[in-house]
C-alpha cells in the first residue's frame, strides 16, 4: 500500500480508501466485517462512511453502515484506522427531524455518529453536501439565488468547536464547488477557525471537472481530493456493456444515478475497454490506476459487493500506466470530455 499525509495533517492516509455505503444494503454485517478485515490486511488504514449510508438512503437503514463499521473498530485496534464521517446537509426529514447544518445539528450528528461507531473521536468530519443552493449530485445549468440557509460560517464554527471539544480531530468537505472551499478557506483565515483538509468529490475518466479549479486550488492550499465514484458507480469495470447483471448498482438503483448510463458515458467507457484490452490489462485497474497517480489526489474511495472486487480494486495500486496510454486517454477525454457530470 501507498500513503499520503492528508492535507496540512500529521495522517498518512492509504492512497486506497475503502467505501463502505453498501455496508447494511448490499452487505450484511458479516459481509461488512470481512471487507474490513480483508482491506486492513492489505494496509488500507483510511475508512470512509456518513452518517445517512447505506445507500440509497432510506430511514430504515439510515445510520447501518456506521453501526457495522462500529462493531468492527471494537474488536480491532481503534488508533491504527483512520475514520472519515459526514454530517448530511438539508433535504432530508427523517434524519434529525430535518437535516441541517447549524451549530444544533452538527453537534447532535457528531455525537449520534460516535455512538454507532463506538469511539470517541472522528479522524475526519466532513460537511457531506452544501446547505446552500449549489451545483452538486450531477446538477448542471446553476440558478443564481440568496438563499444560503445556515450559513458557512456558523457550519465552520461549529466544526472548529467539534475540534476544540476533542470529537474530531480534523474537518473536510464534499460535493463542494470552487467558490465554496475558497469561502471555507477565507473564514479560516480571517476568524482563526479550523481549516478543511479535503475535499471529497467525484472524479473518473467519465467525469473529470474537478480538474476545472478545484485542482488548482488542491495543490495550491494543500486540500486534496478524496475521490469517490472512481469507477462511475462501476461503469468502468466493464460488467454492464450489455444489460445490468442481476444484483449489480445499477440493476438494484440505476433510476437514482442515471448519470452514469446516458449513452455519452456508455460510449467513452466503450472506448476505455478497448484501451485496457490493447494494453492487456483490465479495465477496473487502468480507470483506478489513473485515479490514483493524479497529484491531486490524496485518496481514492474504492467500494465493493464481494471479496473479489475488493481485492481487484486495491490491487490497482502496483499499476503504473505507460505514457503512451496516458496519452490515449486523454485522446478519449477530448472527444467525450466527461460524460457523466
Known amino acids: 500500500m501507498k500513503y499520503r499525509k492528508l492535507g496540512n495533517t500529521d495522517l ?66 481503534r488508533d491504527k484506522y483512520i475514520i472519515a464521517t459526514k454530517v448530511a446537509g ?9 437535516s441541517r447544518l ?23 468530519y466532513q460537511v457531506h453536501w452544501p446547505e446552500r443552493k449549489s451545483n452538486y449530485f450531477g446538477r448542471l445549468g446553476y440558478s443564481q439565488s440568496d438563499d444560503f ?28 464547488t470552487p467558490w465554496g472551499v475558497m469561502e471555507y478557506l477565507k473564514l479560516y483565515r480571517e476568524k482563526e477557525l479550523v481549516k478543511v483538509q479535503s475535499i471529497q468529490n467525484p472524479y473518473s475518466l467519465l467525469n473529470r471537472i474537478y480538474e476545472v479549479g478545484l485542482a488548482e486550488i488542491s ?25 445490468p447483471p442481476k444484483g449489480s448498482r445499477l440493476e438494484l ?29 483490465s479495465v477496473t485497474h487502468m480507470s483506478l490506476a489513473f485515479v490514483n497517480t493524479r497529484p491531486f489526489v490524496t485518496s481514492n474511495i474504492i467500494g ?14 502496483d499499476i503504473e500506466l505507460p505514457e503512451t496510454l496516458i496519452e490515449e486517454i486523454e485522446k478519449v477525454h477530448e472527444e467525450i470530455p466527461n460524460p457523466a457530470p
Open 12 to 77: 498518512d492516509v492509504s492512497v486506497i480508501c475503502l467505501g463502505t455505503m453498501s455496508f447494511g444494503e448490499q452487505n450484511s454485517e458479516k459481509d461488512a466485517h470481512e471487507q474490513l478485515s480483508f482491506a486492513a490486511d492489505h494496509g488500507v488504514n483510511f475508512l470512509d462512511t456518513a452518517e445517512m449510508y447505506a445507500i440509497p438512503p432510506k430511514e430504515e437503514t439510515q445510520g447501518l453502515t456506521e453501526k457495522y463499521i462500529g462493531t468492527w473498530i471494537e474488536k480491532n485496534s
Open 90 to 98: 438539508p433535504g432530508m426529514d427523517y434524519v434529525r427531524n430535518g
Open 102 to 124: 447549524s451549530k444544533k445539528h452538527i453537534s447532535q450528528a457528531i455525537d449520534q455518529s460516535l455512538k454507532r461507531l463506538k469511539t470517541d473521536y472522528i479522524d475526519l
Open 149 to 176: 440557509g445556515v450559513s458557512i460560517d456558523e457550519t465552520l464554527t461549529a466544526l472548529d468547536d467539534a475540534v476544540k471539544s476533542g470529537k474530531v480531530r480534523y474537518v473536510g468537505i464534499s460535493n463542494e
Open 219 to 243: 495543490y495550491r492550499e494543500k486540500v486534496g481530493l478524496l475521490a469517490y465514484s472512481p469507477l462511475g458507480f462501476g461503469m468502468l469495470t466493464g460488467k454492464y456493456q450489455d444489460k
Open 253 to 281: 438503483f440505476g433510476d437514482w444515478f442515471t448519470r452514469y448510463s446516458n449513452e455519452k458515458c456508455i460510449e467513452a467507457t466503450n472506448k476505455y475497454i478497448k484501451l485496457a484490452k490493447k494494453y492487456e490489462m
Open 304 to 317: 465493493a459487493t464481494t471479496i473479489n472486487q475488493l481485492e481487484e480494486n486495491i490491487n490497482s495500486i
